[in-house]
């Protein structure tokens, strides 16, 4: 062997030994096995108890760091009025950050209707937030890994990976994420992960002062929560979308979109 | 041979991206608890979000120093209301910031006390005034005790 075959050989050598361990580093099958963990976090609404305070926006706004005046936020709630010709309506003016303080309905673009006290058949606030999908699919498009779900049911956002390219914006079926205007990176809710990691509640249900919004341990039969998620008639949002949502609701009428 | 000298280049090219990966890659990126498909990730962004700084401490906080308004409030119709609700996140208080706003607006109490009839909702339950015809232009405050509710009425400190 002369020393222009070494090398040539030497190379190649060197050039599939790297492939291999590179693709290793992708692909490694013994990490895909889930580990079952006791904890799994899901979310409980009862639209029935819900006042449209809007405290809990605030408070998620303040807490998870997202402009207050900007129009965008992991968290929202909805109002619905139907009425006896069995007219929808529906708004939530500046995400319900500043409540609802008047019945007038935000048609937009300035427009705003009155409905007279008689014509009102029901009428209800939807509290809306990130459902931690069991199987999300913003995370499934994520091309670069920079969004994921914890063994917990979580999913968060990696901002120090996240590229913004927004296929996860467009991938949720529930509009929940959003560009965030300050780390310019997709951006949702997430529990208030750092809160319920440490014994606290997420803060939108400590701020609500009717206990519409409750948090709890799906795996836990123990758990207030899981027990009215198991005893009650609860429904989820859009379940057509197999996307199995974790956020469950009282009272979720058909209304609701 | 000439014909390989192509595949050459794309494999050499295939080499340096590699090796250029692992040092780009931080070693706690890459497949987790949940798979392949949910769990490809950066594992040290968990603690990241972890350590992110907490901002509404909670009304049994504020109770350790504001021991007067925490009784009142708890002895009357606002009781379920947090006090950072209508203060704001307290943070570092009293530290940072030294103190807390006083939001003596209408829009404020507006929020539940607007009269609106909503008959599936707990909305309704709640004692509803027209704020274009309560005391238009006054604030609650002026009247009404925020921590004590209870109390209808001119106020009397």
Known sequence: MNRRDFIKLAMKGTAVVVLAKGLDGIFRPSDVQALATPLRFVFLVDTYKCIGCGFCVKACKLENEIPFDADVSRTWVERYVVTSEGEVFADTPKEARNGFITGQIDLGRGKFKDIPREKIKKAFFVPKLCNQCEKPSCVQVCPVGATYQNADGVVLVDRKWCIGCGYCIMACPYGMRFFHPVHHVADKCNFCYHRINHGLRPACVQACPTGARQIGNIKDHGDPVENIIRTQQVAVHKPEYGTNPQVYYIGLGEEVR | ?157
Not at chain 2, 43 to 65: A, I, L
Not at chain 2, 95 to 102: E, G, H, R, S
């Open chain 2, 1 to 157: 041979m000439h014909v390989l000298r192509p595949l050459y280049v794309v494999l050499a090219l295939a080499v340096i991206m590699l090796i250029a990966r692992s040092f780009w890659v931080p070693n706690d990126f890459g497949t987790h608890e949940q798979g392949y498909t949910y769990g490809w990730y950066r594992q040290s962004n968990v603690e990241e979000w972890k350590n992110f700084t907490v901002k509404y401490r909670g009304k049994e906080f504020c109770g350790t120093c504001h021991a007067g308004q925490a009784q009142k409030l708890a002895s009357a119709h606002h009781k379920d209301i947090e006090c950072e609700n209508c203060h704001g996140p307290a943070l570092f208080h009293p530290a940072d910031p030294l103190k807390l706003v006083l939001d003596r607006s209408r829009e404020l109490c507006l929020r539940c006390h607007t009269s609106l009839f909503y008959p599936t909702s707990q909305r309704s339950q709640i004692k509803g005034i027209n704020p274009d015809q309560h005391n238009l232009g006054l604030e609650c405050t002026l009247c009404h005790k925020p921590h004590e509710a209870s109390k209808p009425g001119r106020r009397n400190r």
